[in-house]
């Protein structure tokens, strides 16, 4: 039993690895000025719903990751 749970979790930290990776590159791959533009939108959203702000979240870490590469678009 614990030989399975354990083959189990590597299996879900490997998937969950390779998923983070994924999206990761999404937003790095996004062009400066799509991302400045998703960001502004971002901004000027009154009432954003629970998945617009995820996204939202997912654009601002987007642009302090690039600030923080010395790029400042957004």
Request: overall charge negative; hydrophobic content about 40%.
């Amino acid at each position: 039993m614990h030989d399975k749970m354990s083959s189990w979790l590597q299996v879900l930290l490997v998937m969950s690895a390779v998923f983070l990776t994924a999206c990761e590159s999404k937003w790095e791959k996004m062009p400066d000025d799509q991302l400045a533009a998703k960001a502004s939108e971002c901004v000027a959203e009154d009432d954003p719903s629970s998945a617009m702000i995820q996204v939202c979240k997912n654009y601002e870490r987007e642009c302090e990751r690039r600030r923080e590469l010395g790029f400042y678009i957004c």
